[in-house]
């Protein structure tokens, strides 16, 4: 059988069902740049075409100097990797310890990399009720437990919430002083860079940070993604992998994506004009509660009426797909998650969700 991955984007099983091509589904599921791949990086993925029949840099040198200088680090702080999907099941193989604590609803990628490797896991559940913040009183508490890990995704992933710069700082210092190895994914950091904890973390033995840059660049069919750490950490997880893991299209990409100042800034603004407008039109329904976001995608709840499920089925025969959270670990059956996407996609969904809940 093949694996059944519960991921949102799987818009090719989509149409199949629907017997379509994919470019006839609106895909608001997976949370990718709206404005596509810059033009530049389009220029450098045609120009490396001939460049297949080498092998790629397994050394990554021009990646990891492009990445110094667009967080302003060293090459050494940086690992790459096809995905930060692929850093993620190398981690619980290269950390000590046997129990991880997930401040979830989180990437339920890190549960089946940790039971491939017999981990014990434990759930620190945020409430929508408290808007997805962190007790770190009781988060204190919780790693007393000899927790040799803990997974933090800043911003959250369903749920939008961006923690500011204080509390990852003070979550940092309660792991240090319980002896816990932080690991804070950052793939939608890109949205918000300036409360990156890449600082905070690259002269830790004790922190990695994930970085993906399939979302905000666009490229999510090219696999690639980072870690930010100290030179040692990076060394030791960039062992992890085979050689030749990352191929020379997506290194290419990844290079021209970081240096396309303009299309990145470009992006910025159109994604914070569109979700504030999103946001605004979707709260307008008496059946949804939409959560504040600081990234490129919404997290809503069905307050009555039908389930996620059968909302996202009822959307799909209109041919667009969206995320059910059902699956998420402290969701319940009532939540979905929407990427923010070009004005007319955008209202298209707020038509087809007022023909749903008229």
Known sequence: MPHSYDHGGNIFTAARSLGVPPEAVTDFSA?????????????????????????????????KQA?????????????????????????????????????????????????????????????????????TGKLQKALADDIDVLYLCNPGNPNGTLHNQRVVEQIYSLCLAAGTFLVLDEAFMDFCEETSAKRLVVHSDNA?????MTKFFGIPGLRLGYAI??????????????????????LAAGTAALQDSEHNRDTLEFIRQERRSLFQK?????????????????????????????????????????????????????????????SEDNQRLLECLKRVFK
């Open 282 to 342: 979707l709260e307008q329904f008496p059946q949804l509660r939409v959560y504040p976001s600081s990234v490129n995608y919404l997290l809503v709840e069905i307050r009555d009426g039908i389930t996620a499920r059968e909302l996202r089925e009822r959307l799909l025969h209109q041919r667009i797909l969206i995320r059910d959270c059902s699956s998420f670990m402290g969701l319940s059956e009532r939540f979905f998650r929407v990427a923010v996407r070009s």
């Open 31 to 63: 949370s990718i740049n709206p404005l596509g791949m810059s033009p530049m990086t389009r220029k450098a993925l045609i120009c490396s075409l001939d460049s297949l029949v080498h092998y790629p840099d397994s050394n990554h040198i021009e990646l």
């Open 208 to 212: 990695i940070v994930l970085r993906s």
């Open 229 to 250: 750490g100290n030179a040692t950490l990076t060394g030791h997880l960039d062992a992890m992998g085979g050689p030749w893991s990352v191929n020379s299209l997506a």
């Open 67 to 135: 990445l110094a200088r667009y967080h302003n680090l060293s090459p050494g702080n940086f690992v790459i990797a096809n995905g930060s999907t692929e850093l993620i099941y190398h981690l619980p193989a290269m950390l000590p310890g046997k129990k991880a604590l997930i401040i979830s609803p989180s990437f339920s990628e890190y549960v089946r990399a940790l039971n491939q490797h017999h981990w014990e896991i434990q759930h620190f559940i945020l409430t929508p009720e408290s808007n997805f913040s962190i007790d």
